[in-house]
């Protein structure tokens, strides 16, 4: 049996770089590399980390399993989100790593969640994560604990970037940008008949948001909307969602202040007025929860063609599968289009700005 340890003094100096330095498990065996996980939000909801596993050597591993003395039930998970725009998530089981092959668990796939949390994961603190293998070999990495405002896929794991160099590198972005536009939101898109979210003004649903006040689609006539489905229990696509949206805004500027910003729950019976406060409170300050009976929230749900179900877990506890996409429409009510998940941010923020132009464009 073999056991492999990133030695403190490692995990140091690569805590200090952000990520956690690799964890080698001999020259020719498995590496873990850019570990992270989220700051945790309350002692009851799930958390989730992500890393990058190599198998640098000349036969396979199988991962089978997870320890942490940070939960007592820690196990890979996998977020799957269909053509529909419903994501899912469910134990993924044994994951095997050819030679030479890498696995990534990050936002929206594959990751290792962390169920029955026994201390708050808080911002700078590292744990450690052993990861079981099937020829019992064992890989423990310190995985550092970021906070949830910027720690989205695109903020910290894939760093997108445009980087012109000369006149082909602008022309290559300039190329990768109207091809994004001419599929998702040109003549090359599809136009999703019968899909398509009715707009604000014929939408009548009552809720409640995070500070108590009486809401509805009233509410958000006249700012631009931007509207985004999920529950606070959800340990990867919410997070990393409402991590994105806080990014888009952060880029926006005072634009933002134009703009109602809405997260909407598909989970009442867990996700109170109080509940709702307490989680938008970790993302950006234009951030609205809200909340309200069960018919309520289908009725919203209809209106804006957005699904959920509700799915038991192993655990006798519950998760929900619901719409990731985020709803975008003009002041005057009218649907402008909706941002996929794991859009990049080269194509999320200009459909943000096609909205606002819209409420430009009505007050003129």
Not at 4 to 23: Q, V
Not at 84 to 92: I, K, L, Q, R, Y
Not at 275 to 293: I, K, N, S
């Amino acid at each position: 049996m073999k056991k492999y340890i990133l030695t403190s003094t490692l995990a140091a100096l690569l805590t200090l770089g952000g990520f956690s330095a690799p964890a080698l498990a001999g020259p020719e065996d498995v590496v873990v590399e850019n570990a992270w996980s989220r700051a945790s939000i309350g002692m009851n909801r799930p958390g989730a980390a992500y890393m990058t596993i190599r198998n640098t050597g000349d036969e396979p591993v199988t991962l089978i399993g997870l320890t942490t003395p940070l939960a007592m039930m820690p196990e890979i998970h996998e977020t799957k989100t269909n053509a529909e725009g419903v994501s899912s998530m469910n134990p993924a089981g044994e994951i095997a790593i050819a030679p030479g092959e890498s696995v990534a668990l990050e936002p929206g796939g594959l990751h290792a969640m962390l169920m029955r949390l026994q201390e708050l994961m808080t911002e700078g603190d590292t744990f450690p994560l052993t990861l079981l293998f099937e020829d019992g070999g064992e890989v423990t990495v310190e995985v550092p604990i970021l906070r949830n405002r910027r720690a989205g896929a695109r903020g910290l794991m894939r760093r997108r970037a445009i980087l012109g160099y000369g006149a082909a590198g602008v022309g290559a972005v300039a190329l990768m940008l109207f091809v994004g536009w001419w599929q998702v939101d040109g003549p090359g898109g599809p136009e999703p008949v019968g899909q398509r979210p009715v707009a604000l003004t014929e939408m009548d649903f009552r809720l409640t948001d995070h500070e108590g006040n009486a809401v509805g689609p009233e509410t958000l006539i006249g700012r631009p909307t931007m509207a985004f489905f999920g529950f606070t229990y959800c340990p990867d696509v919410c997070p990393t969602t409402l991590s994105d949206i806080s990014g888009w805004l952060d880029d926006l500027g005072n634009e933002a202040d134009e703009m109602n910003v809405v997260f909407i729950t598909v989970d009442p019976e867990r996700d109170t007025v109080e509940t709702m406060a307490e989680y938008v409170g970790y993302f950006h300050p234009a951030l609205r929860g809200w909340t309200g009976p069960e018919e309520q929230i289908a009725r919203v749900a209809d209106g804006f063609r957005a699904t959920y179900e509700q799915v038991p877990t192993e655990s006798g506890d519950y998760t929900m599968n619901h719409t990731a996409s985020v709803f975008l429409f003009a002041a005057s009510g009218r649907f402008v289009t909706m941002i996929d998940y794991h859009e990049a941010r080269e194509f999320a923020v200009p459909k943000i700005r096609r909205a606002l132009a819209e409420e430009m464009e009505g007050a003129t």
